[in-house]
């Protein structure tokens, strides 16, 4: 038995795969296979011993015992009463336990195929001993596994017992604490058992029960992971090789004490509640390690290296929301994690396992390397680092000024031909502007895609946005060329520092399309067509002047002449105040936003658009429009692309929702009257065939500026009223 070769099955987390894969091959079981859920090796019976005992990945040893098709479960107690002969792997008198698993194609209700593979072995047992085995899932003796796919049955002795994750080391593990073979994965993967080699340490910040430490002390010292174990799932098994087993056994134990006198106490975990580093510090007793690492009491704020440490690794699981109750505000904790090692670990490398990887962007530090992984069934993300000066994020804050004592990156060929296009843009769209008397303009709008951002002139400002980059351009990559655009803009566009604000321009997530940047307030009055408006470049995505709006609002100001002008979805009311700069009879402008109004009222005021005539209604304007019984003249519709503020009641999105929407506000135009609809949606399609009783005009084409000429899809607009004859 002990030289006859089997194929076995080791299962293992999802997306570890590839790490149990090199770690079986490196246990000298050459000939296998990596699949979704494991890996398969071949070997005889010392094989499948060593994985039990050596692996730090593995959840379950199986050894198939059959494979057959089994459509009813009529059909799967007779192949494992008949094909089995389990009296040759067991004696009756032993607990068994079935662990049956499918997957979602088989029709058999788990609980009773469980119940007729345990007939099926127990009546086999009956039937030629007289005696049948008794069923404990607790403590069994014998573990049976059933794994189904589709009608394909594979049946397998589980050698290993209990899941090869549990080291028994840990009984109290803190709230929510990493699997033994997961923390080892992690260790692997931040390349810990090289540094190990060279005799480096290993610190976790927020250590909680230490099972990141424990794991990475026992790689360190070459202690086999199952040494803890008092049973395994051969235990019992009748052609379990007991004499092979201790020699292993003992192998083991003789590599772990010589490994435990290379290894000095270099391993240093913290955390500031004092009950956590009690559980870890006798976690690390159990594990009989408790001398090789040191747990302290310390908040992250206070955070150093230790006393005369070399350069190593640290590594952590920061909590990241779940598995909380709720998701917790830690960016604070993750901002501090990367000042204290920009600070104190440079020349470290550092790995953060997250399910939360935007929190890890609060650390200001490039990720040089990133892993896909599970923490149960929440996907997370490995994190490594180098804390290196090179790798560090510049602290550019969105809606904050350039800061002036930033790191000027080293010119190339690529930057000097977007300096060019710059001062290109800038000798044509500057002339045409003056020409214009138009001082706030676009000046750059990504013209070369991998410089790809925005750059708005305000008067003597610049407002400069950078695009989200595509997946297949690497982050480290775009912050270099962000760099370098930033480093040249001062010079080139003679603007100070201070009066370059930077932002980021993406697609936000549903619930923070009113994200604010900062709340400085900076206001300052820009001039378009002989009109004044109030700008802000610092607090909002957004400015309160929507460029490429201008020829709208001119479009506006020439239709308004002795009109009941309306503006839904005003925003700071700039069209408002072109209707009125045309003459209109009265204006109302409707917003949800206080902040808004407030600033539509100011905005009126400084050209002098005052009074009754003018009037700021703050409602939801999808209600407003539902209750409303007035007529107006001329409607100037801008919804936004997307809106579920937790004033309104249901959420608003422009391309789902824009046929009622026009058809509510159809409903109050007076006869031989003009909406005009605008949107910024991208992809946007007018739902024509609903409003064919109006006449509607796409004016999109006329309606774009000369500045963003090279982005015609910045917004969409037409023109609707009433078809002749049908008033």
């Known amino acids: ?32 296979k990596q699949s979704r859920s494991g890996v398969f090796f071949k070997g005889p019976l010392q094989s499948a011993y060593n994985v039990c005992l050596w692996s730090r990945l593995a959840n379950r040893v199986l050894l198939p015992l059959a494979r057959f098709e089994a459509k009813t479960p009529d059909d799967l107690y007779h192949m494992i009463h008949e094909q089995i002969k389990w009296e040759e792997h067991m004696n009756p008198e032993e607990k068994i336990a079935v662990d049956f698993t499918a997957d979602h194609r088989n029709t058999f209700h788990s609980h009773y195929a469980t119940l007729r593979v345990k007939d099926a072995v127990a009546d086999r047992f009956r039937e030629k001993t007289g005696h049948r085995p008794s069923v404990d899932t607790e403590n069994p003796d014998i573990r049976i596994n059933v794994h189904m796919k589709k009608d394909l049955v594979q049946v397998s002795l589980d050698l290993s017992g209990e899941s090869l994750h549990r080291r028994f080391y840990r009984t109290e593990g803190g709230v929510a604490p990493l699997k033994e073979n997961l923390a080892a994965a992690l260790l692997l993967r931040a390349h810990w058992p090289q540094l190990a080699q060279k005799g480096a340490p290993l610190v976790d910040p927020l250590c909680g029960s230490g099972t990141l430490l424990i794991e990475g002390a026992f790689m360190a010292m070459d202690r086999a992971p199952g040494l803890l174990r008092k049973s395994f799932g051969f235990s019992k098994w009748k052609q379990h090789d007991r004499v092979l087993w201790q020699r292993l056994l003992k192998e083991a134990e003789a590599r772990f004490e010589k490994g435990i006198q290379a290894v000095s106490r270099r391993f240093f975990g913290f955390d500031r509640d004092p009950e956590i580093i009690a559980q870890a510090g006798s976690n690390a007793v159990r594990a009989g390690i408790g001398d090789i690492i040191s747990f302290r009491v310390r908040d992250i704020k206070a955070l150093t290296t230790p006393e005369n440490a070399s350069p190593g690794l640290l590594i952590t699981n920061p909590p990241y929301g779940e598995r909380m109750g709720k998701k917790m505000n830690l960016e604070n904790l993750y901002e501090t994690l990367g000042d204290r090692l920009k600070k104190h670990y440079q020349g470290w490398s550092a790995s953060v396992f997250t399910a939360s990887p935007d929190l890890a962007k609060k650390m200001g530090i490039r990720a040089r390397k990133q892993y896909h992984l599970f923490n149960g069934p929440i996907p997370c993300k490995l994190l490594n680092f180098d804390v290196q000066e090179k790798w560090a994020m510049h602290d550019l804050k969105p809606g904050r000024p350039l800061p002036r004592n930033r790191e000027t990156p080293d010119s190339g060929p690529g930057i000097e031909m977007f300096q060019n296009r710059l001062k290109k843009n800038l000798r044509i769209l500057g002339k045409w502007a003056l020409k214009k008397g138009i001082t706030c303009y676009r000046l750059y709008d990504a013209d070369m895609p991998e410089y790809a951002v925005a750059i708005d002139v305000y008067e003597d400002q610049l407002h400069v946005q950078e695009y989200r980059a595509p997946a297949s351009v690497s982050p480290h990559k775009a912050k270099e060329r962000l760099n370098r655009i930033l480093s040249v803009l001062p010079e080139i566009l003679q603007t100070p520092h201070d009066k370059i604000i930077f932002k980021v321009r993406e697609r936000k997530k549903k619930d923070a399309q009113y994200e604010r940047f900062d709340s400085r ?25 929507f460029l490429d709006q201008r020829l709208l609002r001119e479009r506006l100001q020439q239709e308004a002449r002795g009109k009941r002008v309306l503006n839904l979805f005003c925003y700071t009311a700039t069209a408002t105040v072109y209707a009125a700069a045309g003459n209109a009879a009265a204006t109302t402008s409707v917003d949800m936003s206080g902040t808004y109004l407030k600033w539509a009222e100011k905005n009126l005021a400084l050209n002098r658009c005052e009074g009754s005539k003018h009037r700021l209604v703050q409602a939801d304007c999808l209600e407003w429009i539902a209750s409303c019984n007035d007529r107006y003249d001329l409607i100037y519709l801008d919804p936004p692309t997307f809106s579920n503020s937790k004033r309104m009641k249901t959420s608003f999105d422009v391309q789902r929702d824009h046929t009622h929407l026009l058809t509510q506000t159809l409903r109050l135009l007076s006869p031989h009257g003009v909406l005009m609809f605008s949107t910024n949606r991208r992809k946007f399609k007018l739902d024509s065939a609903v409003l064919n009783q109006w006449f509607v005009r796409d004016i999109t084409h006329s309606t774009i500026p000369r500045d963003f000429q090279r982005n015609p899809h910045i917004h969409k607009a037409f023109e609707i009223k009433e078809k002749a004859g049908t008033s």
Do not use: W
């Open 1 to 32: 038995m002990p030289n006859k070769h089997h194929t076995f099955f080791a299962t293992c987390p999802k997306g570890i795969e590839a790490l149990l894969y090199q770690e079986i091959l490196s246990l000298d079981n050459p000939i296998i």
């Open 521 to 545: 307030a900076r206001f300052f009055e820009v001039r378009e067509n002989d009109l004044r408006f109030l700008v802000n470049l610092t607090d909002y995505l957004d400015t309160g002047l």
